[in-house]
């Protein structure tokens, strides 16, 4: 039994060790990585004026290395980045323009666009920032040595705006190989965009915004590398689901969560196996990961130490100590990792979910039982007046660690749908449009 234990706990050490250097694959690597990728919502929305300059600034000092963006297109054809479909919620279009309302980015000019400001509604600080082009937020992308993720939004407002936007890119430099292993994800809720620009573009990693149903994975596999999906709709079968279908490129699909601003919900979700958050508070979701990950990582050499003890009497609380150690570790999900992997996608060895399942299932039962036949023999130990040995108490606290475990977060009830709603309305969004197949 201390044999099969200690090969769960050998595989998920190093699945966990593996899983940063899959974050890393993405953009450029920090001193401690998370253990799932954290991505700028907007930039950083909680300390500038969404999708501006100043925004992806703003992620850059608090050290968030990916941004998510909106790219939309103006009435003479160039192309911008903005969230809503009018420019009344975040410039002062109203108050310039009052006789052109509803204010649709589509009615406007670049030129009349460049008149606003896109900073006071936030606050005065930001009075006279701009709504950027694309061109110029791509070139300050690159300044910052950021990386992005960039949503076609609304494509079916915009006739020929994929094709558009996928020569820009390859005339910004944005499509090529250094890009394209590890600082460009496309995305859009208009899974038709993403199969096209898959088309134009098949090295760029795509993903599709909304929650497909598992019927269509397979087949979206074929132009896609990830499932950006609603965090309040995330389950663990589903994200076992999309986990179990390999994308374009050869690797199991990613699944990524939005809009995630809590950090206990982001570690949740990252027990339940989410490969990355898009949060508006990238800087504090970034720490709770990296935290949970250092905790996991703690708790499994303080494991593995307690194996390699020769000790017959550190036997018995050694394999508790593995056994709550395999549990917690096996709860990220282990990813699989192809036989020819490409750079950006390498991931770690192959663990099915449901053997991870009965894995932690059967370590937990022994655990159970290994603890109880402790505490009779502390008991029966206490009572001869002989005093517990300092190296049965160090595992033995170690296991109280247990109440951390990652992966309960995600069953616990207080965590269910308590996804927060988007700093900022939405108005009308398409959820999934299916493509045509
Ligand atoms: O990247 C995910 C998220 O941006 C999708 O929703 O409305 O904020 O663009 P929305
Ligand atoms: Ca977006």
Do not use: C
Not at 308 to 335: I, K, M
Not at 422 to 434: D, E, H, K, L, M
């Amino acid at each position: 039994m201390r044999i099969r234990l200690f090969a769960v706990l050998s595989g998920a050490v190093l699945a966990l060790s593996a899983l940063p250097l899959s974050a890393a694959s993405f953009g450029h690597v920090s001193a401690v990585r998370p253990v799932v990728l954290t991505i700028g919502h907007r930039g950083a929305p909680a300390h500038a004026p969404e999708n501006t300059l100043a925004s992806i600034d703003a992620a850059r000092r608090l050290g968030v290395t990916w941004v998510e963006n909106d790219v939309q297109r103006t009435k003479d054809g160039r192309l911008i980045v903005m969230h809503d479909a009018t420019l009344v919620r975040t410039t002062d279009a109203r108050r310039r323009y009052p006789g052109r309302s509803p204010w649709r980015i589509a009615d406007f000019t670049l030129a009349d666009i460049e008149r606003l400001d896109a900073g006071s509604w936030y606050d005065k600080r930001f009075a006279g920032e701009r709504v950027p082009t694309l061109d110029a937020y791509l070139r300050r992308v690159d300044h910052n040595r950021q990386d992005l993720l960039l949503e076609i939004k609304d494509p079916r407002r915009y006739p020929g705006m994929v094709e558009q936007l996928a020569a820009r890119l390859r005339a910004d430099g944005w499509l090529d190989r250094a890009h394209q292993h590890g600082r460009l994800m496309v995305q859009s809720f208009d899974a038709g965009a993403v199969k096209r620009f898959h088309r134009l573009s098949p090295a760029t990693v795509t993903g599709l915004l909304g929650n497909p149903p598992r019927r269509d994975l397979a087949a979206d596999a074929g132009w896609l590398d990830s499932v950006n999906a609603d965090a309040a709709h995330l389950t663990r079968s589903y994200a076992d689901a999309v986990h179990a279908v390999r994308g374009d490129h050869g690797v199991p699909l990613r699944l990524y969560a939005w809009t995630v601003d809590d950090p206990d919900r982001a570690v949740a979700l990252a027990g339940l196996g989410a490969d990355g958050v898009i949060t508006d508070r990238a800087d504090v979701v970034r720490a709770a990961l990296a935290r949970a990950a250092r905790t996991a990582r703690s708790r499994a050499a303080v494991a593995a130490h307690a194996v390699r003890s020769r000790s017959a009497a550190h036997a018995t609380v050694a394999e508790a100590s593995v056994a709550e150690a395999a549990d917690a570790l096996v709860a990220p999900a282990p990813r699989t990792r192809p036989a020819a992997a490409p750079a950006a996608h390498a991931v770690p060895a192959a663990r099915s979910a449901p053997a991870r399942r009965a894995r932690v299932r059967r370590a937990a039962a022994r655990h159970a039982s290994l603890r109880s036949a402790r505490t009779h023999r502390s008991a029966a130990s206490r009572s001869a007046g002989t005093r517990q040995s300092a190296a049965h108490r160090t595992p033995a606290r170690h296991v109280s660690l247990r109440s951390a475990r990652v992966h309960h977060f995600a069953d616990h009830p207080a965590h269910r749908n308590s996804n927060p709603t988007p700093r900022t309305p939405a108005p009308t969004r398409p959820r999934y449009v299916a493509a045509a197949r």
